[in-house]
């Protein structure tokens, strides 16, 4: 008996991810899931250079006498109906859909028409992949011991699990491979978290996994089994299910037996030459009648002569 608990689904970012480099401070941090849209909000003064630098290498933006140039490879081209001019006048630069790669630090700088220096900002930013749905698969040990265990796919996912709002903590169990229910979680599959628990066979209530990273969290719900019932009924199962092959053994095996006796014997040979020779007795009995008849002719002949 083996009850599925949920289907596993991967998590979907949506709506936009929008980072500000407007503020004074610095060392900020913004996060964003993979697959959003990524945005980066800026401040410019009326005629001012600007440039935005990642891991001190990548010139994301260089925006000088209202000119504009940026790296194609991070950041996504204009909409047709966007000047560059315009763009940079509403103060956000999309860079397109999160990716990976856009994880970093980020430097942006300000300065005057004569080039001194008006403003620098800092600003780590962390794109992570979405956790999925986790999955929850129960394991009867023994009739006193069950393992439930949770996993969920996506970047740096943190687990718990909680049985009716009590947290549970991460145990290691050891027993038999009896399953009352299980999950199609690929365990050595990378990015992919899990936690195991063990507990009475006899508890039952509702269980909780909980996965989240940075950029989304997912829950799952499922209700506890009660172990103990499982593997009572576990040996009445097993019983007739081996009276049930043994009885179509039986069944074919008669049926076997009753074909190969009423099957037909083949015609021998000896059989074959008894017919041979019945036919040969008529045709001579034929003959001696034929033989017999011309006697009688013969001899009615002469005594009419006599």
């Not at 009660?226 to 074919?252: W, Y």
């Not at 008529?282 to 002719?297: G, P, S, W």
């Amino acid at each position: 008996m083996i009850l599925i608990l949920v289907i596993t689904a991967l998590a979907t970012a949506k709506g936009d991810v929008k980072c500000n480099f407007t503020e004074t401070s610095g060392g900020q941090e913004c996060f964003g899931a993979t697959g959003q849209r990524l945005i980066f909000h800026l401040w410019k003064k009326p005629n001012s250079e600007m440039r935005l630098i990642k891991d001190d290498k990548h010139r994301i933006l260089i925006s000088k006498n209202m000119m504009v140039a940026v790296d194609k490879e991070y950041v996504e081209p204009y909409s047709h109906n966007e000047s560059e001019s315009e763009f940079l006048r509403s103060g956000d630069l999309i860079l397109g859909t999160a990716a990976m790669k856009h994880s970093g630090s980020y430097v942006m700088e300000e300065f005057n028409s004569v080039g001194k220096l008006l403003k620098k900002l800092t600003f780590h930013l962390l794109i992570q992949a979405p956790v999925s749905q986790p999955v929850v698969s129960q394991l009867c040990l023994s009739p006193g011991q069950m393992k439930v265990s949770c996993s969920s796919e996506g970047e740096a996912a943190e687990l718990t699990l909680t049985l009716d709002e009590r947290m549970l903590s991460p145990t290691n169990c050891t027993g038999g491979n009896l399953p009352l229910a299980e999950s199609g979680a690929e365990r050595h599959k990378p990015n992919v978290s899990h936690v195991t628990v063990c507990l009475s066979a006899r508890l039952t209530g509702s269980l909780v996994c909980t996965a989240w990273n940075m950029v989304s969290r997912q829950e799952t719900l499922v209700h506890l089994k009660d172990c103990g019932d499982f593997i009572s009924s576990f040996p009445a199962v097993t019983v007739a299910v081996i009276a049930g092959v043994a009885l179509l053994l039986l069944v074919a095996l008669f049926l076997g037996i009753k074909k190969c006796i009423h099957k037909p014997r083949p015609t021998t040979v000896n059989e074959c030459n008894d017919e041979t020779e019945i036919v040969y007795t008529e045709v001579t009995v034929i003959r001696n009648v034929k033989h017999n008849t011309e006697l009688d002719q013969r001899s009615t002949y002469c005594k009419g002569f006599l």
